[in-house]
Antibody, heavy 119, light 110 residues
Framework: QVQLQESGPRLVKPSETLSLTCTVSGDSIKYNYWAWIRQSPGRGLEWLGHMSDSGGTYFSPSLRSRVSISLDTSRNHVSLQLTSLTAADTAVYFC?????????????WGKGALVTVSS | QSVLTQPPSASGTPGQTVTISCSGGSSNIGSGSVNWYRQFSGAAPKLLIY???QRPSGVPDRISGSTSGTSASLAIRDLQSEDEADYYC???????????FGGGTTLTVL
């Protein structure tokens, strides 16, 4: 059974950088793509980006200048960095497995990490 | 303002069929890409339909999807109380070069 678990700080100050880690078990991150999606009350679900170890990186055009995703295959981790935070970045952040053969569906999700941006 | 437009709410009684719509454009739904997700309160979304009308393993056949032009629909037949949840459509937008989601529809079983 594939499981994903987000971890990282839950309170971050404005202008700082958010770093979250997604630990994947039951599947190697060397295969498939891995994505980050966030959800806030005012903006609903928002795709941040996805990437695979073999290349192919895609980011939201509205966040491209601030977002990065990296893979650590030795630890089976997927990481997210989001810079220059504002209150609008307050959201629940999910990591998910992105499967091309499922029409680009996100078939396994973590439980999500609520991140609050506040001083 | 979401790129994909869904009604904010829908409702039905047990046993009925409910349909949720998702309206987009030629660069997203019109290009053939649409997935549907169900989300219970406090939980992560779950993939219900991919590629417009395909069900992942484990999703019952009373749940179905369809498209027509730049719109998509999710139908839930034989509505049950456990179907109460939020439903989201999603599509790859070739103009934005990214995934876009609808604003979500809250389904209430009366």
């Amino acid at each position: 059974q594939v499981q994903l678990q987000e971890s990282g700080p839950r309170l971050v100050k404005p202008s700082e950088t958010l770093s979250l880690t997604c630990t994947v078990s039951g599947d190697s991150i060397k295969y498939n793509y891995w994505a980050w999606i966030r959800q806030s009350p005012g903006r609903g679900l928002e795709w941040l980006g996805h990437m695979s170890d073999s290349g192919g990186t895609y980011f939201s055009p509205s966040l491209r200048s601030r977002v990065s995703i990296s893979l650590d295959t030795s630890r089976n981790h997927v990481s997210l960095q989001l810079t220059s935070l504002t209150a609008a970045d307050t959201a629940v952040y999910f990591c998910a497995r992105y499967v091309v053969r499922l029409g680009g569906g996100f078939d396994y999700w973590g439980k999500g990490a609520l991140v609050t941006v506040s001083s | 303002q979401s790129v994909l437009t869904q009604p904010p709410s829908a409702s039905g009684t047990p046993g009925q069929t409910v349909t949720i719509s998702c309206s987009g454009g030629s660069s997203n739904i019109g290009s053939g890409s649409v997935n549907w997700y169900r989300q219970f309160s406090g939980a992560a979304p779950k993939l219900l339909i991919y590629s417009a009308d395909q069900r992942p393993s484990g999703v019952p056949d009373r749940i179905s999807g369809s498209t027509s032009g730049t719109s998509a629909s999710l139908a839930i037949r034989d509505l049950q109380s456990e179907d109460e949840a939020d439903y989201y459509c999603a599509s790859w937008d070739a103009s934005l070069f990214g995934w876009v989601f609808g604003g979500g529809t809250t389904l209430t079983v009366l």
